[in-house]
């Protein structure tokens, strides 16, 4: 998919209150995902242990932003 789709779905997919923020986080989301894929198809890997103790990094990361 070239990055224009992505945009494209991204914009069609989030609901009609979502914010900008909204959609920075799902693209966010998505590279990550993209990356993530990438390097275990590299044959680079993070050991169980390791991704369990990054896991709350992560989230903080990527969790959507809260609404006022």
Do not use: C, Y
Not at 24 to 48: H, K, T, Y
């Amino acid at each position: 998919m070239s990055a224009k789709e992505i945009l494209l779905e991204v914009a069609q997919t989030l609901p009609p209150d979502a914010t900008l923020a909204d959609a920075i986080s799902e693209l966010e989301f998505r590279q990550a995902v993209e990356d993530g894929l990438e390097s275990l198809d590299n044959g680079r890997r993070v050991p169980l242990e390791e991704a369990r103790q990054r896991i709350p990094q992560w989230i903080s990361k990527h969790s959507s932003p809260t609404k006022p």
